[in-house]
């Protein structure tokens, strides 16, 4: 923030510009304060531009964008003046540092600042896209940090999904480190796009860097297009979730009501509450404060001086009673309500001076809080707060909770708001509106401090207003309240309603109810693997780093725990008489005794090594592990280069033998299949590759398909399966085709293999397919709805079981002897990327784990 210079402009329309806070290529953005006391950001376009008659209308369809977007975590365009001789977009002032300044001044932030992070991000982008817009240039200069959340900026280049441009023609768009393949490629952009960036965005605030790297602008796009991210410092389940929104085709990659709840699996508003943003961050965001403060008082102290304007700097005039909701003069897009809302005296009294002549006192940003006329959420607003709008209850209870009723069209007055500084390339400042359906009141309840929240009307999401798709289901949100407020479980036969896919085929039939539990085990956060059983029971891995022992007949208590395990989303390795995983930290493997928990052994293979994941077992006294050979610089400590590397360790012999993999290889998500001889993997080049397990890792054979291949294979006997768009099956000694099968639409996508049949998941439509393992012939086909491709089949004696895309919908059985579809089970709970993990034994029992608990189900 910097003083005004002579060429400055003191006032533009109704506001008084007090200080400088950036400038960009379009012109600079002021700080500014209303006649009637409410603080924003001004952008101003510069003089040489608002000579352009192209360039206005494109301004005004900025204006437009702009003021359509709701949402709490978006800034609001509050008055407009897109004709005028000098043309002006006045926002919400938001007082925070954008993602770019806090990381290059503090370094990367906590996992938990980015998790929320990511949640308030894409909620931001559900209220972009559900007014037909995207956005087209998220980077983390154009997100800022406000004390209660993020706020998406600068719609500067949005687009609408109906094709119009707001900033010229021919050009590529965006900011090259944190552009989409689309962009790069320069294909027509859509919402997935957005979703792509934030990816980006997300990898940047963890680890410091871009995801995508290259000396010149045509290197960096290439590794956009083709390349993978580099996610090395980006630490768990943050890598998981970029991973999702970075897959290369947009179709794949993950949407934005999901992704939030991968984030907060609670919902936003529980994670994003004051101390959200670590202290250092909230420092900067405090000096802002103090800065706009100042600017306002040296603007009052000149005004005094120039004999007009109160003495202590307050405006002339003064709404009385409860906060004014009058419009004033603003642009309103058309949107036939009133969009803007003006704050009440007592709001900008506490502002400037910090004293509070009402009961309230004063809340975190210095505006009052409890009843007063400025306490925006609270009943005393505009008398809103707990009303029973259309009918229709917030499922917390409305009063005395903080939370209104759900949000409709009437205006609400504004809490005192000082929240807005753009860096100094900023453009375009704005802020956001309110939380999905249901209006977010002061935390803490009506005594509560009120924060920077905007009471500008609330956002629908189900609207679908401006060519957005329509969601006839219920918020996210609102079911999990209902859920919370009620405590009820969902638990059993939800049955799946039929539909035909637009690709054809029969339609999904109802399903049967499903089985109750027998047993449901509730603890701490499991991670993400599957059950691995033994002698009738199921070893399991949970947060922080251990292994419990369920029993199979009552797994509600487990029968023993040990700690110290990492957290490596693998399944514990039943090999050499042990329970095997490896240890916290370093290249360490710790066998433990299955029946008792007690250890076993413990192998430290030094610090040149580092383990990171359980590949697979094989001799009854092997395991594969990939990790990283460390190269140190002058023999120093902590300081090496690291190369990722497959090691096969002998633990009879206590030796770990490197396995060669390609360079080209390394990056690849490898899900191998380990024989005694064998390690086989999907390789980067569109092969299939057999090395040598006991040679060093010789190449045994490369089988090439020319399509991109799964990660994940699959072995009966001596044939190895994989997928794409075709199903090919192999000869594990030499790597020739046995048989292959061609996906008619589509891909194939997961596998499972049991028995004398092989399973794979299809994409177009989605369901399970059955082969005949030995010759290809196709068994059966059994169509679903959406499911989750990324997860194995678990295969049973009869039944297979594959998880619904949407974790809160459960998993699906199907018959393995007629395709069935038999019963879909559901615990009714959105978990975000905490999947169902499903595993099945011989004798009839299947395991499902879901976020913090697992269910024994009986399976006949």
Not at 85 to 97: K, N
Not at 237 to 252: E, F, G
Not at 317 to 333: N, R
Not at 424 to 453: H, I, K, M
């Amino acid at each position: 923030m910097k003083p005004l210079r002579p060429e400055d402009p003191e006032q533009l329309g109704p506001y008084r510009l007090l200080a400088r806070l950036g400038a960009g290529g379009m012109g600079r953005v002021y700080l500014a304060r209303s006649s009637d006391g409410r603080t924003v950001a001004v952008k101003v376009i510069r003089p040489e531009m608002a000579e352009d008659k192209s360039f206005r209308i494109r301004f005004r369809r900025e204006v437009a964008a702009a003021a359509a977007v709701g949402g709490v975590y978006t800034a609001p365009v509050v008055d407009a003046a897109p004709d005028d001789e000098t043309p002006w977009l006045a926002t919400a002032y938001v007082a925070g540092p954008t993602v770019a300044e806090a990381v290059a001044e503090h370094g990367p932030l906590p996992v938990e600042t980015v998790l929320a992070l990511g949640a308030g991000i894409a909620e931001a982008l559900i209220a972009v896209h559900a007014e037909g817009l995207v956005h087209r240039d998220l980077k983390p200069s154009n997100v800022l940090l406000a004390a209660d959340g993020p706020r998406v900026i600068d719609f500067g280049i949005v687009r609408a999904r109906d094709g119009y441009e707001l900033t010229g023609d021919g050009s590529l768009f965006g900011s090259l480190d944190y552009m989409c393949p689309e962009q790069a490629t320069g294909e027509q952009m859509g919402p997935e796009g957005d979703v792509f960036c934030l990816g980006s965005v997300l990898a940047f605030a963890a680890s410091g860097h871009p995801p995508f790297g290259g000396a010149a602008g045509a290197a960096l796009l290439y590794q956009v297009v083709h390349g993978s991210a580099d996610l090395a410092l980006v630490p768990e389940p943050l890598d998981k979730i970029i991973s999702l929104c970075h897959a290369k085709d947009p179709t794949l990659r993950i949407d934005p009501d999901r992704l939030s709840a991968a984030c907060a699996p609670g919902g936003a508003e529980q994670v994003l509450t004051e101390g959200w943003l670590p202290g250092t961050v909230a420092d900067m965001i405090a000096a802002r404060r103090a800065a706009a403060a100042l600017a306002e008082r040296r603007a009052a102290a000149t005004d005094l001086a120039r004999g007009r304007g109160r003495p202590d700097g307050l405006p002339d005039t003064a709404p009385t009673g409860s906060a004014d909701v009058s419009e004033p003069q603003s642009y309103a897009a058309g949107r036939g309500r009133s969009a803007y809302a003006t704050v009440g005296w007592s709001a900008y009294e506490t502002a400037v001076t910090g004293e509070q002549g009402g009961a309230g006192g004063t809340g975190v940003t210095g505006c009052p809080r409890g009843s007063g006329a400025a306490g925006a959420y609270g009943a005393g607003a505009s008398g809103a707060a707990g009303a029973d709008l259309d009918g229709v209850r917030d499922a917390r209870g409305a009063e005395g909770s903080g939370v209104g009723g759900l949000a409709t069209e009437p205006p609400e007055a504004e809490p005192c708001v000082l929240a807005h500084e753009p860096q100094e390339t900023l453009e375009s400042p704005r802020r956001g509106t309110a939380f999905d359906s249901v209006q977010a009141g002061p935390r803490g309840g009506a005594d509560g401090p009120v924060l920077e929240r905007s009471a500008a009307p609330a956002h629908h999401r189900a609207r679908g207003s401006r060519g957005a798709r329509a969601r006839s289901r219920l918020s996210r949100r609102t079911v999990l309240t209902a859920a919370a407020a009620t405590g009820t479980t969902l638990i059993g036969g939800a049955a799946v309603v039929a539909a035909r896919r637009k690709t054809g085929g029969q339609g999904v039939g109802p399903a049967g109810p499903a089985p109750e539990p027998t047993w449901v085990y509730r603890g701490g956060p499991l991670l993400q693997a599957p059950a691995v059983f033994q002698n009738g029971t199921a070893l399991l891995k949970t947060r922080p780093g251990t292994m419990i022992c369920l029993d199979l007949a009552n797994g509600s208590q487990p029968k023993w725990v040990y700690q110290g395990i990492s957290l490596s989303p693998t399944p514990v390795m039943l090999t050499y008489g042990a329970a095997v995983a490896l240890g916290g930290t370093g290249a360490t493997l710790i066998g433990v005794d299955p029946a008792t928990g007690a250890e076993k052994f413990t192998l430290d293979f030094g610090e040149d090594y580092q383990f990171d994941q359980l590949l697979g077992s094989y001799d009854g006294y092997a395991v594969s592990v990939l990790g990283a050979s460390l190269q140190r610089r002058s023999g120093e400590q902590g300081v090496a280069t690291s190369t990722s590397t497959v090691f096969g360790v002998d633990l009879r012999a206590r030796q770990a033998l490197v396995i060669p993999i390609d360079p080209e290889d390394v990056g690849v998500p490898l899900q191998p299949v380990i024989t005694s001889r064998h390690f086989v993997y999907a390789d980067g080049l569109r092969n299939i590759a057999a090395r040598d397990t006991r040679d060093g890792g010789s190449l045994v054979w490369r089988h090439p398909v020319g399509y991109d291949l799964r990660p994940g294979l699959a072995a009966l006997g001596q044939t190895v399966f994989a997928i794409g768009s075709e199903f090919i099956a192999l000869n594990l000694a030499d790597g020739k085709l046995r048989w292959q099968a061609k996906a008619e639409r589509g891909m194939f996508a997961s596998l499972g293999a049991g028995g004398n049949t092989v399973y794979a998941t299809g994409t177009e439509p989605y369901g399970v397919h059955a082969f005949n393992a030995a010759n290809g012939k196709r068994r059966w086909f059994c169509e679903t709805p959406r499911l989750n491709v990324d997860s194995p089949i678990a295969v049973g004696a009869h039944a297979v079981y594959v998880p619904a895309y949407e974790n809160k919908d459960g998993f699906y059985a199907i018959d393995t002897a007629t395709g069935r579809l038999l019963w879909n089970f559901t615990d009714g709970r959105e978990t975000g990327v905490n999947d169902w993990q499903l595993s099945c034994d011989g004798a009839g029992h299947l395991v499902a784990q879901h976020f913090d608990r697992a269910y024994g189900l009986p399976v006949t």
